[in-house]
């Protein structure tokens, strides 16, 4: 039977995002990692060196001159934070690193008392993750042996059930102060069911906070619809900013002017128009600005800024989205046709439990043999212990022609 099914080169050709992969430096081979490290936007370096100009010429002048002031310069991505994470925009604002903006938040949403002191996470967690929410128990006065919960998959599965989710908040019920949950699971690319998982929680009275780091640039999203109460992210995986890029943070509104929160303070957290005059009364910033500590690490945010007007360009997350729909449909049916059952995807086999990422085992043959050789045919993707290759189609700069290699490189392989 003749096969109609369009051709890498046709669904290339019909790919309307398919231009803004010329926005992109991308090294030699096939990149197929931008779940760990985004690539390089070609403006990035027009962005930061006009800011090594700014300070050339301008000296310290440039907190207070022009439209980049430095001293508002966070100010300048808050708009296309809220775009991509369906939130206000008082209530995301670009500080800091991940790991740091999670110890921050839970400075804040995490409040034990003798009766509700317990955190759910995943037994899987990213393990910087892992390691505040533990050091965050024992910073309180509690022990992770009685405060930690880890969700497991069940036995002989590699992935969370909603259900059994849904009923471990149920379980633990009132003693439950905190869900803390990725967005998107970091080995496995699974995508949690955010907007049920965080309607279950507050169901028992728990605050709901997400890691989205895998599922920012990714996947679209509706935090303040979703009701999360608070959530953090990295830019240097899927928003493109470069190695140790800024990080984002996102509190509900409902959240952001209440004073009685417990909150770590710096001066840039403080009123704007009276912080210059160093006065030491903190008067918090109406938004989630009053997370802020310092000010902002500018050369960063340019290149981020970089990076997300890109994002304008396609239009945002829905076209992007669904390209990543298109190309995982093409990804699972040329595995299928090459690899059969050699190779197996971790990740789930329903769309709305999937990002842009593929989470692959090799079955009969040392998986980490295989990573080798696709690294020496300069495909790059990543290894994740224990056996698992994590590889990525990026809707932004990743084409079909990329995933139709990738497969036949990885065939030659296994073969
Ligand atoms: C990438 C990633 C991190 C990295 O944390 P940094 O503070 O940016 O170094 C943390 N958690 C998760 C879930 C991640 O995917």
């Not at 050339?56 to 907190?63: A, I, P, R, Y």
């Not at 808050?78 to 999670?102: H, K, R």
């Not at 239009?315 to 049916?333: A, S």
């Not at 932004?396 to 392989?413: M, Q």
Request: hydrophobic fraction near 40%.
């Amino acid at each position: 039977m003749p096969d109609h099914r369009p051709t890498p080169a046709q669904l290339d050709a019909a790919d309307p995002l398919a231009a803004l992969r010329d926005e992109f430096e991308l090294p030699d081979g096939i990149y197929l990692v931008g779940n760990s490290l985004g690539a390089l936007p070609k403006a990035a370096r027009d962005y930061v060196n006009t800011e090594f100009d700014r300070w050339s010429t301008l000296g310290v002048e440039g907190h207070f001159t022009g439209d980049l002031a430095w001293k508002d310069y966070h100010e300048l991505v808050t708009g296309q934070f809220a775009a991509l994470t369906g939130a206000l925009p008082d209530e995301v604002v670009a500080m800091n690193s991940l790991t740091v903006n999670l110890h921050l938040l839970m400075v804040s949403f995490y409040q034990p008392t003798a009766a509700r002191h317990k955190i759910l996470i995943e037994g899987h967690a990213f393990p910087s993750d892992h390691f505040a929410v533990e050091s965050q128990i024992r910073q309180r006065g509690f022990d992770p042996s009685d405060s930690l919960i880890l969700l497991e998959p069940r036995s002989g599965e590699q992935t969370l059930r909603l259900e059994d989710t849904l009923a471990a908040i149920a379980d633990h019920g009132d003693e439950l102060a905190l869900v803390f949950l990725p967005g998107v699971q970091y080995y496995t690319g699974q995508v949690l069911a955010m907007h049920e998982i965080t309607t279950a929680g507050h169901a028992v009275g728990a605050i709901v906070g997400f890691d989205l780091a895998h599922a920012v640039g990714n996947l679209e999203l509706s935090l303040h619809d979703w009701d999360v109460d608070f959530a953090a992210w990295c830019t240097y995986k899927y928003l493109n900013s470069g190695p140790g890029g800024v990080a984002g943070a996102f509190v509900h509104q409902r959240h952001v002017t209440d004073q009685r929160l417990p909150k770590l303070h710096g001066w840039w957290g403080t009123n704007k128009t009276s912080r210059f005059e160093m006065a030491t009364d903190f008067d918090a910033i109406p938004t989630v600005e009053s997370w802020q500590l310092s000010n902002a690490p500018v050369l960063l945010m340019a290149s981020l800024r970089a990076s997300l007007d890109i994002f304008d360009k396609a239009g945002g997350m829905g076209p992007l989205r669904r390209k990543t729909e298109q190309q995982i449909e093409f990804f699972d049916r040329r595995l299928k046709e090459s690899l059969g059952d050699r190779v197996e995807n971790i990740t789930p086999k329903a769309l709305a439990e999937r990002g842009c990422q593929f989470a692959l085992r090799v079955t009969n043959d040392d998986g980490r043999r295989v990573f080798e050789a696709l690294e020496n045919a300069r495909v790059r993707c990543d290894w994740r212990h224990p056996d698992v290759i994590r590889v990525a189609a990026v809707p932004l700069y990743n084409s079909f022609d990329d995933i139709d290699r990738f497969v036949d490189i990885l065939d030659g392989i296994v073969r």
